[in-house]
């Protein structure tokens, strides 16, 4: 198998087109994110492949969105709820937690700093092994929630049953289209599966390392997609997961 099969619904995705259609026109940011899973045996085959809409933002993203697009900083405490510029991290605490905050202490999520920099500190892009931040796999099904903070089964680092080996995160790769006037950045990395049998998995997550002035850095849950069905790796397979994030310029 070498095609890549894209996976949605007809009728939402000619809603999406129009959608991102009208915010170019309005010149309003309408961002599009895709997520790719392609699965290798372990004589390099592709035996999977597909590309389908990642469309699970949840509340932890909007609300980092709005603190940094709006300069302000959280608020709420001990709140995860709506009306509350809040985060949750993946261990279930809630911040602001009672303490003084301001905009630079949420600030901090070092993409917007230093794009290509693989670290076990804040960002995207993770060190080998690392599975509290980038692109995470579980293997739990249960339905996408805006609430969400983490996967359902998060499928651990390692070599023995039922775990996965984690590689690096691929550096970022930018590029621009000059016609459609579109900025693409794409997200990768591989994932090994040393534990002597297959892996199905279900659950995506993109995890990000915030730092606080005085909580120290977190680890944020920003999306969750549910695959359409599960994804079998075998042993001696691999997993390349692929997160692409677009935005069109009105000019």
Do not use: C
């Amino acid at each position: 198998m070498t095609n890549e099969i894209y996976i949605e619904d007809p009728k939402l995705e000619s809603l999406y087109r129009r959608f991102e259609k009208l915010g170019t026109r309005l010149k309003m940011p309408v961002f599009r994110a895709y997520l790719g899973m392609e699965v290798r045996d372990g004589e390099g085959n592709i035996i999977h492949a597909h590309r389908q809409r990642s469309h699970s933002w949840n509340r932890n993203a909007y609300n980092f969105l709005f603190s940094q697009m709006a300069a302000y900083g959280l608020t709420g405490t001990n709140v995860f709820e709506a009306g509350a510029i809040s985060l949750k991290w993946t261990s279930g605490n809630i911040y602001p937690n009672g303490s003084g905050w301001a905009l630079n202490q949420v600030a901090g999520w070092d993409e917007g700093v230093n794009v290509n920099t693989r670290s076990i500190d804040t960002g995207l892009l993770a060190t080998a092994g690392t599975v509290n931040k980038g692109i995470i796999v579980g293997t739990n099904a249960f339905p996408e929630s805006f609430e969400g903070y983490v996967l359902g089964a998060e499928i651990a680092n390692g070599s023995s049953p039922g775990q996965m080996d984690y590689a690096q995160s691929d550096l970022h790769s930018m590029s621009y289209d000059a016609p459609t006037k579109t900025l693409t950045d794409t997200l990768i990395r591989f994932i090994n599966n040393n534990s002597g049998a297959s892996i199905g998995v279900n659950e995506v997550g993109l995890y990000g390392r915030v730092k606080f002035s005085s909580a120290g850095t977190g680890s944020i849950m920003f999306s969750r997609d549910v695959l359409a069905s599960t994804v079998d790796v075998p042993s001696t397979g691999q997993l390349k997961v692929t997160y692409t994030i677009q935005l069109a310029y009105p000019a």
